[in-house]
Structures are given as C-alpha cells and as structure tokens.
Nanobody
Framework: QVQLVESGGGLVQPGGSLRLSCAASGSTFSINGMGWYRQAPGKERRLVAHITSGGSTNYADSVKGRFTISRDNAKNTVYLQMNSLKPEDTAVYYC???????????????WGQGTQVTVSS
C-alpha cells in the first residue's frame, strides 16, 4: 500500500506564506501526476494546483501568481508554496497522487489525510 503524508499547515496572517509538503511512501510504486486540493467548510473539494511527472503545471485562477507547485521525484514529494495568503484561502488542503504499484496494471488516486490552513489576523 501507499501512504501520502502532508505537513506544513497552520495559522498565518493575511499576506503571509506557508509551504505544504506531501511525501508518498510504502510499497514500490510509480507516480504520475500529483496535485493539491482544498475544501473549505460547507464547500466542495476543489483543485488548487497540479503537476505532471514531467513538471508541467496548472493552477486554479484564484491562486495563480501566488501559489507554486513543485515536486522532487527522487523523494516522491510534492510541495505547495503559498504566498500572499488571503482569508479566503482558509481550508483543509489535501494532497493527491496518481500511482501504480509495482507489478500492478491500473493507476489509482491516493489522498493524504489533509492539513488545515487558516489565514486570519
């Protein structure tokens, strides 16, 4: 099995920065795309940013120019650098990875447990 473990959430003032990390571990596997989603109270989970295995990225319009997604393939880790944070960025942030286990024939999406990001003065 594979586990995704997130870290880096917390409380930050408006205009501040946070860096989220998500590391995949467990069985031998290969990772395709990786992404970050967020879910605010009473709202649906939505894509924030995505990065392919080749490094191509895309972002939700609401975070373009403020957030940067990156990955370290050697460490099976994806990052989300969040700058100029706003109160509306407050949400639980979830890591997602499209993974195939060694010897497997299908790709599956795995999720992290979520990390709370709160932007407030």
């Amino acid at each position: 099995q594979v586990q995704l473990v997130e870290s880096g959430g917390g409380l930050v003032q408006p205009g501040g920065s946070l860096r989220l990390s998500c590391a995949a571990s467990g069985s031998t596997f290969s990772i395709n795309g990786m992404g970050w989603y967020r879910q605010a109270p009473g709202k649906e989970r939505r894509l924030v940013a995505h990065i392919t295995s080749g490094g191509s990225t895309n972002y939700a319009d609401s975070v373009k120019g403020r957030f940067t997604i990156s990955r370290d393939n050697a460490k099976n880790t994806v990052y989300l650098q969040m700058n100029s944070l706003k109160p509306e960025d407050t949400a639980v942030y979830y890591c997602n990875a499209k993974i195939i286990l060694s010897g497997g024939s299908s790709w599956y999406h795995y999720w992290g447990q979520g990390t709370q990001v709160t932007v407030s003065s």
